[in-house]
Nanobody, 114 residues
Framework: QVQLVESGGGLVQAGGSLRLSCAASGMIFRIYAMGWYRQAPGKQRELVATITTDGRTNYADSVKGRFTISRDNAKNTVNLQMNNLKPEDTAVYYC????????WGQGTQVTVSS
């Protein structure tokens, strides 16, 4: 079955960086559009960044210029490089795969201290 496993979350000070990774299995990775979403306490899940099968990217306005999404079809991974982190970036970050069906990972916690 399809599995998405996120890693790389943690606690970082404001201004710091983290790199999230999502390892996919049980799927033909290259045909899936991939994305990162996040959910802060008491808030709805929101889009952070997406990447299409041919590498086109899209970012939430709040992370443009700070976050970079990338994918490695040979390794079945999608990454999110997060720089200049802010306390408002604190959330659980989820990986999503979408084709004819949509799949979600379990999430990884990112906490940014001020």
């Amino acid at each position: 079955q399809v599995q998405l496993v996120e890693s790389g979350g943690g606690l970082v000070q404001a201004g710091g960086s983290l790199r999230l990774s999502c390892a996919a299995s049980g799927m033909i990775f290259r045909i899936y559009a991939m994305g990162w979403y996040r959910q802060a306490p008491g808030k709805q899940r929101e889009l952070v960044a997406t990447i299409t099968t041919d590498g086109r990217t899209n970012y939430a306005d709040s992370v443009k210029g700070r976050f970079t999404i990338s994918r490695d079809n040979a390794k079945n991974t999608v990454n999110l490089q997060m720089n200049n982190l802010k306390p408002e970036d604190t959330a659980v970050y989820y990986c999503r795969a979408a084709y004819t069906s949509t799949y979600w990972g379990q999430g990884t916690q990112v906490t940014v201290s001020s």
